[in-house]
């Protein structure tokens, strides 16, 4: 038999060990109370930044289900401006270099136009923010592990989630991944994919159909300052029960720097119809065929 002085060493010494593979488990993997209470922070952290943004210019590049557009951005305190400056990868043709131009001067002169703009973007964040806020309550997060310094979590649909907009509906119906920026709580990536129809009023209004995908990256921009790089959204559907619509946008957004703290939204719109506003030659990308003409483009020239 051991005596007891050599026992409760050799105890000491196993609760020691038990006490750093436990210290190890908890490094390797977050507690469950303390990841969801980090990815609720970082969800009022994408929320406050939505709602408080930075004004930066930057060029956007949009792919739709008939081509691309690439506009440059300048944000400003007001609000946005923009213009496109290449479809289909390519310089607009004179008459659409025209367009343009007719758009950005009517900007100047008409504020009913410049309200339809603003609400237009507006309305854009506001859906953005509902989805963020939702989040956290909407799915059931599994730790999945470390990438590249960033904390990996699956996640699946919450059976007690109950949306209050159609924007949220998809969470009833999504499984997918979300990176979190642990330090910065910040949500670096989330990619989402419906894993079953979804139905929104009772199913009278309409539905998802399974297959369809969300996705949206961001990343650090300026120091403390992080910015979406990427959305892509790609779902299908019917609408009271009658009317199958699809949606597809992919987003790029790059070439980011900061708008000047002194511009204002009229000076934005001048700026734009400088004949030098250019896409930098490493914005642009191989064109691919396409015949088709852009509806929104169209909508926003006139």
């Given at each position: ?23 190890q488990s908890r490094r390797k993997a977050p507690q469950h109370t303390d990841y969801l209470a980090m990815i609720e922070r970082a969800s009022e952290n994408e929320v ?255």
């Open positions: 038999m051991l005596k007891a002085g050599k026992f409760l060493i050799l105890l000491a010494f196993a609760l020691s060990m038990d006490n750093n593979l436990l210290a406050h930044a939505l709602q408080n943004p930075i004004p930066f210019e930057f060029t956007e590049r949009l792919n739709w289900s008939w081509g691309s557009e690439t506009r440059s951005v300048i944000e400003t305190a007001e609000g946005r401006a923009d213009r496109i400056v290449l479809f289909h990868d390519e310089p607009l043709q004179p008459d659409q270099q025209a367009k343009q131009e007719h758009r950005l001067e009517k900007l100047l002169r008409d504020r009913d136009a410049v309200k339809a703009e603003f609400q237009e973007d507006k309305s854009e964040t506001q859906r953005r923010i509902k989805m963020v806020k939702a989040f956290p309550q909407a799915v059931i997060f599994d730790y999945a592990g470390r990438e590249n310094g960033l904390l990996r979590f699956t996640f699946r649909p919450n059976p007690d989630f109950s949306p209050k907009d159609r924007e949220t509906q998809l969470y009833r119906g999504m499984e997918g991944s979300v990176w979190i920026e642990p330090e910065h709580e910040r949500i670096v990536r989330v990619e989402g994919k419906l894993v079953k129809d979804v139905s929104f009023g009772w199913a009278i209004l309409g539905h998802l159909n399974k297959g369809g995908i969300y996705e949206i990256a961001q990343t650090e921009v300026a120091p403390g300052v992080w910015r979406v790089r990427t959305l892509n959204v790609d779902v299908k559907g019917k609408v009271l029960l009658v009317s199958n619509f699809k949606f597809f946008r992919q987003e790029q957004d790059t070439n980011y720097r900061p708008t000047p703290a002194s511009t204002h939204y009229r000076d934005a719109v001048e700026a734009l119809l400088d004949p030098n506003t250019v896409v930098p030659e490493k914005e642009r990308v191989r064109p691919k065929p396409s015949g088709m003409r852009s509806h929104a483009a169209q909508s926003r020239n006139h």
